[in-house]
């Protein structure tokens, strides 16, 4: 399985981005992003369970990012708007099969993406 994540770039606060997430291979449970800003950990943002079509928000970004996922295409999303200079960092698109108390949780994931860089200018 191999994740291929696009769409990152430079956008002025307010603005928009949507970035992509091409899944090759088997169809795991569940989907995610995760973004990690300079000097900082790695944060969950949003994931979506397969089973149900769960949808899970960090709180930071409710009402202003949207996840989504093509079944046919195999391949994930994530719509921002409202950008905000604090939503700078590299996102990773990321697939696993966590228990649902881990969806939120990188150990959760077992493939990642290489990651697009999202910059957001004041």
């Known amino acids: 399985v191999q994740l291929q994540a696009s769409g990152g770039g430079l956008v002025q606060a307010g603005g928009s981005l949507r970035l992509t997430c091409e899944a090759s291979?088997?169809?795991?449970?569940?989907y995610g992003w995760f973004r990690q800003a300079p000097g900082k950990a790695r944060e969950f943002v949003a994931a979506?369970?397969?089973?149900?079509?769960?949808?899970y928000y960090t709180d930071s970004v409710k009402g202003r990012f949207t996840i989504s996922r093509d079944k046919f295409k195999n391949t994930l999303y994530l719509s921002m708007n409202s950008l905000k200079p604090e939503d700078t960092a590299v996102y990773y698109c990321?697939?696993?099969?966590?228990?649902?108390?881990?969806?939120?949780?990188?150990?959760?994931?077992?493939?990642w993406g290489q990651g697009t860089q999202v910059t957001v200018s004041s």
């Open positions: 291979g088997d169809t795991f449970g569940s």
């Open positions: 979506i369970r397969l089973n149900g079509n769960r949808i």
């Open positions: 990321a697939a696993g099969n966590p228990i649902l108390s881990y969806v939120d949780a990188s150990e959760g994931y077992r493939v």
